[in-house]
């Protein structure tokens, strides 16, 4: 009975149009879907891929050189191509990227292939990649320091006034790159850009691109870093060009241990130029050029000459290149004549021994002390005292000596002494 069921069913949907029409719509959709997915037209794609680029180890190994790009990584148009429905699954990360340096066996630029694979289990081939090579430089690593020249107008300054010593942030740098073109380097320099700014009278600053001297230097494979730090590349320095007003300025010289009572009418001071043109800030109020110190134990009998160096004055620039250096001429009166005074280890007082310490005087570079005192002075009228202070302890054991003279404010100790101590 349920046969005849069956057939009788199939019998009214085989002679029913409606239904055979359902059920050939329906075939016909499976057999295009299986179709379109199985033996479907061929497609292309292209997919962009970042790699990032990694030449050095092997060809370090095996060359012992360095490989330089100017750049970091690489995007890469891959085009594929394959099955619609198989195509549409790749992306950047069904790729492998490598580098071909297998030709690479010389310095100097050259192209390296990019090779590009299918690192999926997608069934597709790649057709294309562009770019296909990148440009590299091969060649032994080098690092050298060089000093920062400064170029600039020096004319840039209103009148009456001048550029001090230039301040920059870095006055050498480190440079690091291709012995190439790091050989080829003759100088490190940065240009000060002016602009518009003209007839200075304030302090300019500036950020200085540094650049190189020499023929053939390719700088971008270059990397410049200062020499405290690097590991962070730089490409500028910064500038300050103080601007300093041109002014006439008197000299003169401190005395330092001078005799409170000196007749200064006794003792005179010249100078092999008494003024000289300078630049100084308008804000340190320099209305001197003060030389340098004198210490009275440099003085004798007689004539004494001191040279200063004008150019290591601080805030003060000379006008004329050509000055380097000041003469002072001292001249003691003959009024004056040296006094000799023994001495010896028992006459030293110690001093600067912590509770603990105990210390012995051992021996002096002079058994004699020099005091120029007026003529009418005697040395066995002249009273002095001498000391050493131990605090700072010397590696030889050998301790300047300060010699007073106690008893005669006119008179003063010529010469330096030492003492040597020993600290238990």
């Not at 009148?159 to 291709?178: A, H, I, M, Q």
């Not at 002016?194 to 500036?206: C, D, Q």
């Not at 020499?227 to 008197?250: E, M, N």
């Not at 440099?298 to 250096?325: A, M």
Request: aromatic share 8%.
């Amino acid at each position: 009975m349920p046969d005849k069921k069956v057939r009788k069913l199939l019998k009214k949907i085989v002679f029913n149009d409606k239904y055979l029409l359902i059920l050939s719509l329906f075939i016909a959709i499976i057999v295009w879907i299986v179709t379109s997915i199985n033996i479907g037209d061929v497609e292309t794609k292209t997919i962009k891929v970042n790699a990032p680029i990694s030449l050095g180890d092997e060809v370090s190994e095996q060359l012992s050189m360095q490989y330089y790009s100017l750049q970091d990584s690489v995007e890469i148009s891959v085009t594929i191509s394959g099955a619609k429905y198989v195509i549409g699954q790749v992306d950047e990360n069904d790729f492998s990227v490598n580098f071909d340096t297998s030709s690479v066996n010389r310095t100097g630029e050259q192209s390296i292939p990019i090779l590009v694979t299918n690192s999926s289990n997608l069934d597709f081939s790649i057709a294309s990649t562009y770019p296909s090579s990148i440009d590299a430089f091969f060649d032994v690593n080098m690092t050298k320091t060089f000093d920062i020249h400064l170029d600039y107008d020096e004319s840039n300054v209103a009148e009456g006034y001048t550029f001090g010593d230039p301040v920059l942030s870095e006055d050498k740098v480190v440079v690091n790159g291709p012995k190439t073109f790091v050989d080829k380097i003759e100088k490190c320099y940065v240009d000060v850009d002016f602009g518009s700014n003209k007839e200075l009278t304030e302090p300019y600053k500036a950020e200085c691109d540094i650049k190189f001297d020499g023929i053939g230097i390719e700088s971008n494979y270059l990397t410049v870093t200062s020499r405290t730090d690097q590991k962070t590349a730089i490409s500028s320095v910064s500038v300050t060009l103080p601007v300093l007003k041109i002014v006439t300025l008197p000299v003169s010289v401190e005395f330092d241990t001078q005799p409170e009572g000196l007749d200064e009418g006794l003792i005179t001071v010249n100078f092999s130029q008494e003024s000289f043109e300078a630049g100084v800030l308008d804000s340190a109020n320099i209305s001197t050029a003060v030389l340098g110190t004198i210490n009275f134990s440099q003085i004798h009998l007689g004539t004494n000459t001191f040279d200063f160096d004008v150019n290591k004055l601080k805030g003060i620039k000379p006008i004329d290149e050509e000055l380097d250096k000041i003469t002072v001429t001292i001249d003691v009166s003959s009024s004056y004549r040296v006094n000799t005074i023994s001495v010896n280890t028992s006459n030293v007082i110690v001093e600067g021994l912590s509770d603990s310490q105990t210390a012995k005087v051992r021996g002096l570079d002079k058994y004699s002390i020099s005091v120029i005192a007026p003529e009418d002075i005697s040395a066995s009228s002249l009273e002095i005292e001498m000391k050493v202070d131990v605090s700072k302890k010397s590696d030889d054991n050998k301790y300047p000596i300060t010699v007073t003279v106690l008893n005669n404010d006119n008179a003063w100790v010529y010469s330096t002494y030492t003492a040597t101590v020993d600290i238990s």
